[in-house]
């Protein structure tokens, strides 16, 4: 007698709740956006992080002109001979101004590139376990070349770190706040039904029904519901995120030609478990509150 009457139980599908399905998904598809942004930037500040780490930038102005009266060094030479002298320094590479002009040309034009007047620039490779006292380089470099730059990339790494912590920060919080949304969603729809099959709620107490038995059957309506709305939003925002990657390494040039940051479109495989793992959190979700809800609710109506 209690399961015939309780399948007649049912959250009503023509009111707002009939909508729960599409709230889950939409809910769904903008929570894997904001955690593929999230986990995105993560990944490309460590990334970027790592890649400098160790690293250092000397620009050398008016590298051919010589640093003495008798012309027999230039202030490009004068450099070298100062790094070649110090020690940790592992690695030590020269980027020419035909290089560089190269490689500001297809953002610049060929035009502007060639009024620039560059620096030429010295990528130097600290040794692991050695330690490079800068500032002592950089005084010997003032001394012998004026203008000489020395950068360790703390200013800019700090910037980057700062504005990919503040998108990680941001993605995670809609996370968060859609996870919210879609919980409120369910609580309301759970509602609904009860105060609509109140008085089937009220028959089944009196033949005996414990308050869980009744909040399993709005639980199972929600999971039914919540579920593939979960799974389809969820594939919808996967395969949008990897519409993106592909984007990000598409061959053929644009502006997404040069944003090649490792893996697909930037993520780890890690993420990409985190992200096809979201509809499963919040079909889980909705599920807990469902029942907690429906739960409460029962109490208050007894």
Known sequence: MVGQGAREITINRNGSP???GWVVGAMVYVAV??????????????????????????QVLAAEQPVDA?????????VLEILRATPGIGHLSILDR???LALLQPWLGQELVEK????????????????LDLDGLRQRLQRRTPGTIVDDHGLWLSRVAALTAAVERGGWLIVLLVGVVAAVSVIF????GLWVNREIVELLHLMGARDGYVAGRFQGYVLAVALPASVIGGSFAIATVMAIAGALHN???????????GGLGG???????ILCAVPFVFAALTLITARVAALVTLRRMV
Do not use: C, H, Y
Request: aromatic share 6%; proline share 3%; charged share 15%.
């Open 251 to 261: 061959p053929g040039g644009g502006l997404g030609s040069g944003l090649k940051f």
């Open 33 to 58: 956006l904001s955690a593929a942004g999230a986990l995105f930037a993560q990944s490309v500040s460590q990334r970027w992080a790592s890649s400098l780490t160790g690293v250092v930038t000397i």
């Open 116 to 131: 620039i007047d560059l620096p030429t620039m010295i990528d130097l490779r600290i040794l692991g376990s050695a330690t």
């Open 98 to 100: 035909k290089s560089s």
């Open 18 to 20: 009939g909508f729960l």
């Open 267 to 273: 993520l780890r495989t890690l993420d990409w478990v």
């Open 189 to 192: 729809a759970v509602l609904s």
């Open 70 to 78: 008798e012309n027999t060094i230039t202030r490009l030479g004068a």
